[in-house]
Every structure is written in structure tokens, then in C-alpha cells.
């Protein structure tokens, strides 16, 4: 099992950047998927990066492609979300997951339900 926990929120200009990192702590970090979501209020939880097991595959969604990376270090049981030319839109309380439910054929991780292990969330607020 794995426990994970995001950092790294605040209040931002639009155009600043940020950077959240989640650690997480238990054994084998290197056999989940990771990924990033995030919920702005009375809106659902979106899917906005992942990444597989081994870090060569990602994922974004596409109104953050082109804006953010998400990384990750096994050796350091972390996984960071660098966030660049942040938006007002981008304004949510944004989670770190991990999921076993990835395959060799589907190495990232794109569904809400198929995470099941969260953070309790980082506020990012990215003001104009």
C-alpha cells in the first residue's frame, strides 16, 4: 500500500509558475502509476497529467498540454506537477493518485476510478 501526500499550492499571478510535488511513502513507489488531477469548485475531479511506473510515458490532458510536466524520481519515492503560463482557469485544489491498474499496453493511468490511492490536496489559486 502507499500513502501520498501533495505540497507545493499557493497563490499565483496569471502567468507565474508552480511547483507541486507529492511524496509518498510505502513500498515498491516504483510499481504504481501516478497521476495528477484536480477539482475547481462545483465542477468534478479532472483527470490533467500522468505518467507510468517507469516515467517514460505521459499523459496530459489537453487543457494543460504544452503548460505543464509531470515528472517523477523512484529513487526519491516523488512525483512532481511543473506548472507554467498558469490561467485563472487553472484555479483548483489539485490531488496526487496512485493506481495499480496500469498494463503494459496501458502504462499511464487516466481514470479517476482507477486511482485508488489520494492525497488530501493542495489549494492552487492563480489570480488575475
Known amino acids: 500500500q502507499v500513502q501520498v501526500a501533495e505540497s507545493g499550492g499557493g497563490l499565483v499571478q496569471v502567468g507565474d509558475s508552480l511547483r507541486l510535488s507529492c511524496a509518498a511513502s510505502?513500498?515498491?513507489?516504483?510499481?504504481?502509476?501516478m497521476g495528477w488531477f484536480r477539482q475547481a469548485p462545483g465542477k468534478e475531479r479532472e483527470f490533467i497529467a500522468g505518467?507510468?511506473?517507469?516515467?517514460?510515458?505521459?499523459q496530459y490532458a489537453d487543457s494543460v498540454k504544452g503548460r505543464f510536466t509531470i515528472s517523477r524520481d523512484n529513487a526519491k519515492n516523488t512525483v512532481n506537477l511543473q506548472m507554467n503560463s498558469l490561467k485563472t482557469e487553472d484555479t483548483a485544489v489539485y490531488y496526487c493518485?496512485?493506481?495499480?491498474?496500469?498494463?503494459?499496453?496501458?502504462?499511464?493511468?487516466?481514470?479517476?476510478?482507477?486511482?485508488?490511492?489520494w492525497g488530501q490536496g493542495t489549494q492552487v489559486t492563480v489570480s488575475s
Open positions: 510505502g513500498r515498491m513507489f516504483s510499481a504504481y502509476a
Open positions: 505518467i507510468s511506473w517507469n516515467g517514460i510515458y505521459t
Open positions: 493518485a496512485a493506481s495499480t491498474l496500469w498494463t503494459i499496453h496501458i502504462p499511464v493511468v487516466v481514470t479517476t476510478r482507477e486511482y485508488g490511492y
